[in-house]
Each structure stands twice: as structure tokens, then as C-alpha cells.
């Protein structure tokens, strides 16, 4: 049977599996650990010189975003030595499990031996999150105000009710809410909490337009080091949304984490070249605008805030289960009103009944670091969870 090489998501390794388990339109069924199909993985240190040089090739064609064969931007791509295919996974990832699970038997060691990890972050967009997706909006006073009320009036409650909880959050704030509200995004600062990047216009990244991409992140962290002199080490992007070319950004301007995608319960280690980066994930269901948002376009019930702290509660219980991370997304202008913010507070009390670590995303990706470092250095990853 004709043999193929598969970069298993691990910069230092190559796993040799039969061609016939490749399946271009589906990289995520190539191979994992245990498939009874897995050859045993080589040290790229110990691969041919024509190898080697023809899957690094590949790697770096995947990373400027050519040959790109699946539907998924995180696709796959082929090196060929002496007309023999050799496959290179580009999931950008650490570890995946690919054809396999991914163990959850070894829990990550939290700061005072807590079951979880636990991040309060605040999204704070303001008009910019209705003026992003529709220019006509910047004329509806109406619509806006529903934006303004988050830094005119939400943002005053919430801060005063993390002083009483004594508790620190994180702040991502657009370029352009900073600089029409300048003086609200310093109180934030003034008052210990961590300021994260999170666009400009609140507008989505463009596949098709990456220069205005790195743009948009260069002038973000520039506003918010300019106003604050704090340079953020944190990104999140309008809405969770990637590009192929975000994590290279990211890498380039310094970030030390990303708090954007939703395949894991845990950290992880981005792969890839380049300055270490870290996934803080997160997930629909730790986040209040599907239960508070609401537009006459797409009208919804709004849910009552004690059905949605029952969820968030239950979700806690879970992620306690296997060490995870309780990445809690809330956006001043639907959590501020009065009747929730009484919600939070209950929450936050659960959070210290159950012992949860409550910690900024840049604690919280300190401590990983410092813990749990890249593999290269031997650090606990998805892979080696079981063991």
C-alpha cells in the first residue's frame, strides 16, 4: 500500500499513514493518535533531506494561504517528492485528535488547586455594533441609543459591582468606542481592569482584504496605547470572526492571546511559527446576546435573566467536571441593565461557592504559560491529557 506523510498538528513530528486515509474533502478524518491505521510518528530531525525540505515547503505555501483544497480554511495541502504524495495537515492547532477524542482524564492544575478557571470579560461596543453592519444606522438615533447605553450608563454599574465583588475583568474595547469615550475607557484602566483589542469599527475581518485586516489591528492597539498607555495583549475579534491571516497578525503585533474560537473547553497553544499564542476559547452559551439581544428585523423573546444564570450555573457544573475554562462573554448594553447585573452577582457568588479562579485573560494566560508552555518545551497539550 502506497505510504503518505501527515504532519499530525505537531511542529516537531511527521506521522506516516497509508494514502488511502486521506480524504480531501474532509481533512479531519486523516489520522489520530491510536488509529489502528497510524504508522509510528518520525522526528522531522530524522526525515530525508527531500522530505523534509518538500513538507516545510508545503507548510509555509498553507500559511501564506495557497493550495488550498478543502472547504475549510483550515485545509490541507501536498508535497510532492519523486511523484510520491506526501500529505501535511494545516489545521491550525495544536492538537486536535484527529480520527480520535481528546482525552480529558488529566486536569489542568488551576491556581489554588481550583476545579476551574474562570474569566469575566465585557465586550464593550457601544453605537459601534449597529453603525458595523449597517452605515444607514448612524442616523437612527433610536437604534443607537441602544449602544450608547452601555458606555453612558451600563459601564458605571458594572464597574461599581466588580469593586464591591472585588473582582478584575476584561475589557475588549473597539478602537473607535475609545476614542469617542475616552474618559470611560480609562476609568476602566484607572481601576485595575485588563483593556483587550477588539477591532476597530467593530467591523468583521475580510477574508479577501488582508492589509485592512493588520491595519484595523495596528490602529486598535495604537488608540488604546495612546489613551491608556497600556498596550493590550489580548484580542477579540467583532463577532469571533477569523481570517487564514489572523493568527499570523496576532503573532506579528505581539498578542499573547486570542479569545475568538469555540473548539476546546480548555486553553491551547496555536500552532505554528512564530511567537507563542494562546486560545482562550469561548462559546455561544457563556454569552448574553443570544439571550438578550434584540432587533424588530429578527424579533426573539428575550429570556429572563434567572433562565439564563440556571445555564450559565449548569454550564459552570460541567466545565468543573474536567478543569476547563469558564469564559463568561457579556456585553455592557445587554448585562447592564439593573435586573441583570443582580444576576451577575449571583453568578460571581457561584463562582466562589464552587472555588472557581477568577482571573483576567491575561492572568489566566500567564499562569498557562508559566504551567503549561508550548509542547516544544514540554508543555501539557491536548494530546497529552490521557497520559
Partial sequence: MSQALVSYLEPAYIWEVPATRFRRDHPGYLVGK??????????????SPEVLAAVQASEAQFNHGDEIFAPSTFATTLAYVDSTAYIVAGIPST????????????KPLW?????????????????????????????RVG??????????????????????????????????????????????AARGHELGHHGYLHEWPDPNDPAKEEAVLQRGLEILANL????????????????????????????????????????????????PLLELPVQWVLDDAPFFMFSTRTPRPIRPAAEVEQIWKEELDGLMEYGGLFNLTMHPQFIGRPGRLQMLRRVVAALRQRGAWLATGRQIAEFWAAQYPPRETGGMDRAERSV
Fill in 34 to 47: 491510536g488509529d489502528p491505521q497510524a504508522g509510528p510518528r518520525t522526528p522531522k530531525t530524522q526525515c
Fill in 95 to 106: 492538537d486536535i485528535h484527529v480520527g480520535g477524542i481528546p482525552s480529558m482524564t488529566a
Fill in 111 to 139: 491556581p489554588g488547586e481550583a476545579a476551574v478557571a474562570a474569566m469575566l470579560t465585557f465586550d464593550v461596543d457601544g453605537e459601534s455594533l449597529w453603525i458595523s453592519r449597517e452605515a444607514e444606522n448612524a442616523q
Fill in 143 to 188: 437604534v443607537l441609543s441602544q449602544g450608547r447605553y452601555g458606555p453612558k450608563v451600563a459601564l458605571g454599574l458594572i464597574l461599581d459591582l466588580l469593586d464591591e465583588l472585588d473582582v478584575k475583568a476584561t475589557f475588549f474595547v473597539p478602537g473607535w468606542v475609545a476614542e469617542r469615550y475616552p474618559l470611560e475607557i480609562r476609568e476602566i
Fill in 228 to 275: 491608556t498607555g497600556y498596550r493590550p495583549v489580548g484580542y477579540r475579534s467583532p463577532a469571533w470572526e477569523f481570517t487564514p491571516s489572523t493568527l499570523r497578525f496576532l503573532r506579528k503585533f505581539g498578542f499573547l492571546y486570542s479569545s475568538n474560537l469555540m473548539d476546546d473547553i480548555r486553553p491551547y497553544w496555536h500552532a505554528g511559527e512564530g511567537a
